[in-house]
């Protein structure tokens, strides 16, 4: 029986370092100030540390929403969405492997970019969130959230997105449509 892989730590180092880069690229793009861009409202986990429910087969990673509320305010209205994204180390690293022209690095910027914008998209009432479920995502919001992610990263000079954007091609559609 074939256990799942998790990121190692150098592998990990690259997620942390890929999450400063996407979080710039997102805010940059959406033109958000530091008082709006919303780090405390999201936070990135790696599948190691994943409750079962944040686990899917199949997506690199999900974005789940909880709710949360300042503990020190017992009325309802101190409560707030807190989105996490749920990156799933086995299929991100399964693609890899698979295919020698895709490199991790870059594969990380791109599904965290693309992951980012969901939670953008969310908060900003862009797309309604439904359920904890990427699988709940209509096919036209993961299109354009994919065409998205490639304006963003588009003018990125990174050696190897050009073979993670042939990856996803298939997803994007062009901005604006």
Not at 7 to 27: P, S, T
Not at 65 to 73: A, H, L, M, Q, T
Not at 100 to 105: I, Y
């Amino acid at each position: 029986m074939k256990t799942d892989r998790y990121f190692n730590r150098a592998e990990l180092e690259q997620v942390d370092q890929a999450a400063l880069i996407c979080e710039e690229l997102v805010n940059d793009y959406y033109k958000l100030s530091s008082g709006q861009w919303l780090k405390n409202r999201y936070d990135i986990k790696t599948a190691r540390d994943l409750a079962p429910h944040e686990r899917v087969t199949g997506p690199f990673a999900q974005v789940v929403k909880y709710e949360g509320r300042k503990s020190d305010v017992p009325l309802g209205s101190s409560r707030f969405s807190l989105y996490t994204v749920c990156v799933q180390d086995p299929a991100i690293l399964a693609a890899v492997a698979s295919r020698r022209n895709l490199v991790l690095f870059p594969f990380l910027v791109y599904v965290l970019v693309h992951e980012l914008v969901h939670v953008v998209r969310f908060l900003t009432f862009s797309h309604r969130y439904e359920h904890a479920s990427e699988a709940s995502v209509t096919l036209a919001e993961e299109r354009k959230v994919h065409g998205l992610t490639y304006a963003i990263l588009a003018p990125l000079s990174m050696e190897g997105m050009k073979q993670i954007f042939d990856f996803f091609e298939k997803w994007r559609v062009v901005h604006g449509q």
